[in-house]
């Protein structure tokens, strides 16, 4: 099974990176104050439907309404992970049931006494795609339902939902998880799972999952399944995850550091070499921008986990911010940004690489004030520079 079914939450109080969701959830069960209807709202794979789920279960506890279900009565076996769910708790999925019809099939079912349970709850996921039809069919009765039924709506795009649906319900918007919290629940994970993980590795899946726990999960399942003997390498997860090699992004820091073209281009030979994408090496290329950037803003950015990177990494980092400036470094962003569109959809992504790569090394081809900025922050560090040197000493 995969991994994030596996560690699907059962309770409130594992669900990881939520607090300001299920801390008053938790609290809104216990004192009985218990809404008709509720809005989880947040991007993909951050908890929404799993935490819908819970919720239905902690209404229909038999020790409930609790935020700590039993975990033991036949409503929470049943409704439990892995469980085969009852009568009582019906899911919709509107992006394949959200037409007139659907809806007003739901309504007339809503109607009916529970079954088996305190509560008959109606879970629609992607909410945002009932139709407008469908959503009028549904406002009447969650305008003024019968008092054994709660709806739960989840959507990644709120703002699609119908005013005067939104307006009745008690909105309650999820959120990706931050870098430190990932990297426990990862950390975590793979510690139950008895895999050894590279340290290294887990900077790459948050970077890739991008914040969501599913998303990351799903990645990392895929490493744990061809972990070898060792575990799962940092190697390993390069070549899997297709993400850029370290040493190569630090190489092109470097040359751009000490204005070293042959270095720069020498670099996007040997990402072509080795059969990187072009594209993917300018997105890592514009995240070590971004750290770089971080790190001249806020130079404790590590230590507050702004910055997830190795600390031998971090120390190069520092190091490197020496020799280019914060003007420097936002126009690096704003080309390798600009870049990225036009790679999209080409036949030639090396070619476009190397336009910017030209482009980063020669401010004086653009006129654009970011370029000008550019050329006179480097005027006024020019005494102080040493990124000659700094190429000298790299790797």
Not at 159 to 182: C, G, N
């Amino acid at each position: 099974m995969a991994l994030y079914r596996t560690y699907r939450p059962a309770t409130f109080a594992e669900v990881v990176g939520q607090e300001h969701v299920t801390v008053p959830l938790s609290r809104a069960l216990d004192s009985g104050r218990i809404n008709h209807a509720y809005l989880f709202s947040g991007p993909r794979g951050c908890g929404k439907t799993s935490s819908a789920r819970i919720l239905a279960r902690s209404l229909n506890c038999e020790q409930g309404p609790t935020s700590t279900p039993c975990g033991v009565c036949a409503s929470c076996v049943a409704l439990g992970p892995g469980g085969p769910g009852n009568l009582d708790v019906v899911e919709l999925d509107a992006a394949s049931h959200g037409g007139v019809d659907d809806t007003r099939e739901l309504r007339d079912r809503a109607f009916y006494a529970p079954a088996e349970s305190r509560y008959r709850v109606f879970i629609i996921d992607e909410a945002h795609m009932v139709s407008s039809a469908g959503f009028n069919a549904l406002l009447k009765i969650v305008e003024e339902p019968p008092e054994h039924l709660i709806f739960i709506f989840a959507t990644t795009e709120p703002e699609k939902v119908l005013t005067t649906i939104r307006s009745r319900t008690h909105h309650y918007p999820f959120r990706l998880l931050a870098p430190p919290v990932m990297r426990g629940l990862l950390e975590n994970i793979c510690q139950r799972e008895g895999v050894t993980v590279a340290p290294e590795v887990f900077p790459l899946v948050i970077r890739a999952g991008g914040g969501s726990p599913r998303d990351s999960l799903s990645i990392l399942d895929q490493l744990l399944a061809g972990a070898g003997p060792d575990g799962v390498t940092y190697t390993r997860a390069l070549s899997l995850l297709g993400v850029t090699d370290v040493a190569l992004i630090d190489g092109a820091v470097d040359a751009l550091a000490a204005g070293d073209g042959a270095a720069l281009f020498g670099v996007v030979e040997r990402v072509v070499d080795a059969g990187h994408d072009p594209r993917r090496f300018a997105i890592d290329l514009l995240d070590r921008f971004r750290d770089l950037l971080l790190l001249q803003a806020v130079p404790d950015a590590a230590e507050r986990g702004l910055v997830e990177a190795p600390d031998d990494q971090v120390t190069r980092m520092r190091s490197v911010i020496d020799f280019l400036g914060p003007a420097t470094l936002t126009r690096y962003a704003e080309v390798a940004h600009a870049a990225l569109g036009e790679m999209r959809g080409t036949t030639s992504p090396r070619l476009l690489l190397e336009v910017m790569c030209a482009r980063l090394l020669l401010p004086a081809a653009s006129a654009d004030d970011a370029a000008l900025l550019q050329r006179v922050e480097t005027l006024e560090r020019r005494p102080a520079a040493a990124g000659p040197a700094l190429a000298a000493g790299a790797p």
